[in-house]
């Protein structure tokens, strides 16, 4: 009968491994933050990734495990800590959320510090150790929170680099449990191999999934400036579009969707009298207009030159109408702060609602512009509603 044998990597070995692998993808992490020299954030994280593995080439030259001989000790846990401290930081820019050098600082020296105390008192290797295992699984946690904090935005692959530093806060806090209560001596821990297996793997996974959280954010970063009127901020006639498409998506029976065409009366004689400057001024300041008229759940849209829609979901004509006026009506009332004097500006708007039982979207575009030109035929500064029955009718009519 054969006898099975285990196979043994030597902890040094496995640490070249890492090192090794580590330089490797450091080469892919370079070509990223050559590609994006504005996402300060991916030379954190690559400063990281090369800390981490000088610390792995360190272990590698160390005669024993998991106490490396000092002073090889001490430049690991700086190396390791520095690498953590540095994703910490990363994680915070990424967020948009400020780096405090001397909080950076502590961070990344107490291992270390500790280390040397240690060292001084001439502790246990099971204190030694307990002591690191803790340190590093505090830093871990660090590094979920700023991930779980509500962001402006949410990704998904934020939620994979979390994961991937719990299993790595898993991976310290277990075997320090463990040591702590006795259930694990120094003697397993030195025959182990997970631990460091688990390092590599979580160290390329996390690294990764920071690669993936910058790109992914871009795109969408991308996609809402192709969304966007770089003017007003509203947004523009493809993010109305993909919106429609929601909507079409989340069609329910029953369900009604109004619209409100707006246009700026006589905006061709403000650009000729006063200059396309004043111009853009004069559409600017109406976006805050419809910014601070619209709900969270509505969207205002600048649909080309001086006009302007908004989409009400889930709302009838009656309340898009009753929008619509407190909006003309706000706009007649506010004069347009432009040099050398202010301008009064009024506008004119068509309000329409999706038919009966159908999500017709082209339908309630073409009605609402109908009302709109209706409303300038009859001397603008005015609300028109149409009518299903085809009958439209003015809904506020300039003093």
């Known amino acids: 009968m054969r006898s099975r044998h285990i196979m043994f990597i030597h902890p040094e070995i496995l640490y070249l491994i890492g090192g090794t692998s580590r330089c490797t993808f450091m080469v892919v992490f370079l070509t990223t933050v050559i590609c994006q020299p504005e996402e300060r954030c991916l030379r954190h994280w690559l400063t990281s990734l090369m800390a981490s593995a000088a610390g792995c080439f360190c272990m590698s030259q160390s005669p024993s495990y998991p106490v490396a001989p000092f002073p090889l ?3 690991a846990t700086t190396l390791f800590s520095l690498s953590l401290g540095l994703a910490w930081s990363g994680l915070r820019r990424f967020y948009h959320r ?31 150790m307990s002591t ?32 991937a530093f719990f299993i790595y806060f898993l991976a310290l806090f277990i075997p320090l449990a463990m040591l702590v209560t006795g259930v694990m001596t120094m003697e397993m821990m030195v025959s182990g191999q997970a631990a460091i297996l688990a390092d590599q793997i979580l160290c390329i996974l996390i690294h990764s999934g920071f690669i993936a959280m910058t790109s992914e954010r871009s795109g969408m970063t991308l996609k809402h400036l192709s969304e966007t009127d770089q003017l007003t901020g509203l947004s523009n006639r493809r993010g109305l579009q993909s919106a429609l498409k929601r909507q079409k998506a989340l069609y329910r029976p029953g369900q009604v969707l109004s ?38 759940q509505d969207m205002a849209v600048r649909w080309g030159g001086e006009e302007f829609l908004i989409l009400l979901p889930d709302t009838p004509v009656e309340k898009a109408a009753l929008l619509a006026e407190r909006l003309r009506a706000r706009v007649e009332g506010t004069p347009f702060a432009l040099e050398p004097k202010a301008l009064n500006i009024t506008i004119s708007l068509g309000v329409a609602v ?3 039982n159908t999500c017709d979207f082209d339908s309630v575009l073409q009605n609402a512009d109908e009302a709109l030109y209706k409303a300038k035929r009859e001397g603008r500064n005015r609300v028109c509603c149409h009518d299903p029955s085809s009958l439209s009718r003015p809904l506020a009519v300039q003093a």
């Open 132 to 163: 690191t295992f803790l340190v590093t699984a505090i830093m871990a946690v660090l590094a979920m929170v700023e991930i779980l904090r509500p962001p402006r935005r949410r990704i998904l692959s934020q939620y994979v680099v979390a994961m």
């Open 354 to 356: 999706t038919p009966a």
């Open 259 to 296: 619209m409100i065409i707006i246009d700026l009366d006589h905006f061709k004689a403000i650009n000729d009298r006063l200059g396309h400057d004043a111009g853009d001024a004069v559409l600017r300041q109406f976006s805050q207009h419809l910014i601070a008229i619209t709900r969270c």
């Open 73 to 75: 000790s001490l430049i």
């Open 98 to 128: 400020s780096v405090h050098l001397p909080t950076l600082m502590v961070i990344t020296l107490t291992p270390g510090m500790l280390h040397l105390l240690l060292l001084w008192l001439e502790t246990s290797q099971i204190l030694h």
